[in-house]
């Protein structure tokens, strides 16, 4: 089940799921560790003698942001529970605690006196083996703990704080459900401790007027010990619940603040989901500078594992959006999570000497991450990477330069990092073609000498170049400059399929032999955007017809596929529809029209690409992988930091050129 209304503060990260269940909670790191594990965290409501969980299927549920806000503002009504919900969720931005407002309204002409339950199932340090939970009489609270993690929950209404009402007991084991069932005829049971694998409920109980309102509040907070979270609890009290959502709903609309531009002539709902893209941006990046690909634990069913970790590629673009946007400070930390983090923990500093190369992928606290590449291949010894991840940063890194101008923040990246990393690329070339040496494709599916892997390489070595000349080592820098040339050259004699009169996707290889690869893929668009290729050039404007007639879905709801043929997770088998629609891909197109547009009317034709890409987000703005071609349901995980970072991105190449034409 996709997930929505993500909040979080870069150290505790919560995520619910399309029934309003918290189902990933994420601490001390975004990305790591999930202590729901994407168990449902539950909310129901008794009242005269009926009980209700809040799912979609009982409840209608409006799931949406407090604008421009990282505050939610999510509405239920039940088909006959005269009962109106109105929940706010925040965590707050400074201090790790997650708050829960809950405003019930009595539609009825009677007084009323409902019963909320919140529940939680918490699987301590991402297992469910040794957790305890108690109540507590000195705070009267429950308090879940094991090892080095606390979480402490409590309650509030106009007539009481503490937790009057509550449950513990044990979970999945023996035939047991959960203490949740025990919510479910509107008493719980009040055992005072539990241990092993255990969950909790608290009950709070509101006395509502005919047509009265009252308000309930939860809250959770989270340390590393009993007085940390016993603080945070008193942070809460003292400072009391509504004034902290306050406070939430005032810091996020200075944050956001930052993203104020012209538009020019961007349609408001574009203008709307560039503003909460920048937000969702925020919940995905670790305060230590890890950008996370998405962290939707429901993923786990392919094969036990998430896309929980930074792929340096989709953290450079993020990082160029968030710089161009105005959060540079984000950008930088990200830079140095790259240069100097990972590299710390690449297999390659003690295996390899000088490799200068970036690893597949990093977890959120710099080590390296799971991964599917081997390093042997026909008894060969061959790197598990993906060259253009280590391109691209080291573009990110030129185009913070560009955004900044801080050559004295810029200094500890170079030698220490690209130096080695462009020395790298220039020698992880072939000597019979010029291209980059095999490694894999970005979308991790094969290996082979790659279109987008050259032209990122181009990319990189370009900013390398800028970057050497800049400190005055103008040897590196013509040599970098050069190793750029060739590259193109390289890629004009090798990977140029005359016959289609377009580029083809890369060489790959099978039983010692090479073949060139011409299956249509939407990364090819990448030879403007990274490469420098002009796009009016007839080779490039040859290949972007090839990716438009050939990937664009002709039947369903539209949308640019990854290449033909793409099975991954495929929903549909048709001749119109080449695989599921990708945001990123369309949004790729997008930028394409923006690179080649010459007048205004040109640079409208990439608007209907931006707006189906914004169509295709939930109500929150949330943006995924890819979605069903006809249902336009989410499909694999959500939100996909990628896609709202390549969203925002594409919106500023926009502006950016309307300015510019404007000024002609």
């Not at 919940?283 to 896309?307: H, K």
Request: proline residues 5%; charged residues 20%; glycine residues 8%.
């Amino acid at each position: 089940m996709p997930r929505d209304l993500p909040i979080g503060n870069g150290t505790v990260l919560a995520a619910f799921d399309l029934d309003y269940q918290i189902r990933d909670f994420y601490y001390p790191r975004v990305g790591k560790e999930n202590h729901a594990l994407g168990y449902p965290w539950r909310c129901g409501i008794w009242l005269d003698g009926e009980f209700s969980w809040l799912t979609r299927a009982q409840w209608e549920l409006q799931r949406n942001y407090v604008a421009d806000t990282l505050v939610t503002e999510v509405t239920a009504r039940h088909a006959r529970l005269p009962l109106r919900l109105v929940f706010n969720d925040v965590v707050d931005y400074e201090r790790n605690v997650l708050l829960r407002r809950v405003e019930v309204t009595n539609l009825s002409e009677r007084p009323l006196a409902p019963r909320l339950f919140f529940h939680t199932d918490l699987n301590v340090l991402e297992n469910e083996i040794g957790d305890t939970v108690f109540f507590d009489p000195k705070n009267t609270c429950l308090v879940h703990y094991k090892g080095p993690r606390y979480f402490l929950m409590s309650c509030a209404t106009a007539e009481a704080l503490g937790v009057m009402q509550f449950a513990t007991g044990n979970k999945r084991h023996h035939g047991l459900e959960g203490t949740w069932r025990d919510a479910e005829n509107g008493v719980l049971g009040g055992n005072a401790i539990s241990q092993g694998a255990v969950d909790s409920v608290i009950g709070l109980t509101l006395e509502l007027a005919p047509g009265g309102r009252a308000v309930g509040h939860y809250w959770l907070t989270v340390g590393e010990n009993y007085r940390q979270v016993e603080e945070l609890h008193n942070f809460v009290t003292q400072l009391g619940p509504d004034r902290i959502i306050e406070r939430n709903i005032d810091y996020w609309r200075h944050w956001i603040g930052a993203a104020e531009r012209d538009f020019h002539d961007l349609p408001p709902p574009l203008i709307e989901q560039y503003r909460r893209s920048l937000l969702i941006l925020r919940t995905q990046v670790d305060r230590g500078g890890a950008i996370i690909a998405a962290n939707d634990t429901d993923i786990r069913q392919f094969n036990q594992d998430t896309y929980s970790y930074m792929w340096p590629r989709d953290g450079a673009v993020v990082a160029q959006a968030l710089d161009r946007a105005g959060y540079g400070r984000m950008a930088r930390r990200f830079l140095e999570f790259c240069t100097q983090k990972a590299v710390k923990f690449n297999y390659s500093a003690s295996i390899l000497a000088d490799s200068g190369f970036l690893m597949h992928k990093y977890n959120p606290d710099g080590s390296v991450g799971s991964s599917w590449q081997p390093w042997l291949e026909d008894g060969e010894m061959v790197f598990p990477i993906q060259e253009d991840e280590t391109a691209l940063v080291i573009w990110a890194l030129w185009e913070h330069y560009m955004v900044h101008r801080d050559i004295e923040g810029l200094q500890p990246f170079y030698s220490p990092f690209v130096e080695q990393a462009a020395d790298f690329m220039l020698s992880f070339r072939d000597d019979k073609t010029g291209l980059p040496l095999p490694s894999w494709d970005l979308w991790e599916e094969r290996r082979g000498m790659f279109t987008y892997t050259a032209a990122t390489v181009i990319g990189g070595l370009n900013a390398a170049a800028r970057l050497a000349d800049l400190f005055q080592d103008q040897a590196r820098a013509a040599a970098y400059q050069a190793g750029a040339a060739e590259m193109r050259d390289a890629i004009e004699h090798h990977l140029y399929a005359p016959l289609e009169r377009r580029y083809a996707r890369g060489i790959v290889f099978g039983n010692g032999v090479s073949r060139l690869d011409t299956t249509v893929d939407a990364s090819l668009l990448a030879l403007v955007q990274f490469g420098g290729y002009d796009p009016h050039d007839e080779r490039i404007v040859n290949t972007v017809r090839a990716v438009e007639e050939r990937l664009w879905l002709r039947e369903g709801n539209g949308g640019l596929a990854r290449y033909e043929g793409d099975a991954y997770q495929r929903a549909v088998h048709s001749a119109g529809i080449p695989g599921n629609p990708w945001p990123v891909c369309t949004l790729w197109l997008a930028q394409y029209r923006i690179a080649a547009a010459r007048t205004h009317a040109e640079l409208a034709q990439a608007l209907p690409l931006l707006q189906w890409a914004a169509e295709r987000a939930l109500p929150s703005g949330v943006l995924p992988e890819q979605v069903h071609p006809e249902s336009g349901e989410f499909v694999s995980v959500s939100p996909l930091t990628w896609s709202h970072g390549v969203l925002v991105a594409t919106v500023l190449d926009y502006v950016d050129r309307a300015a510019g034409l404007a000024g002609r």
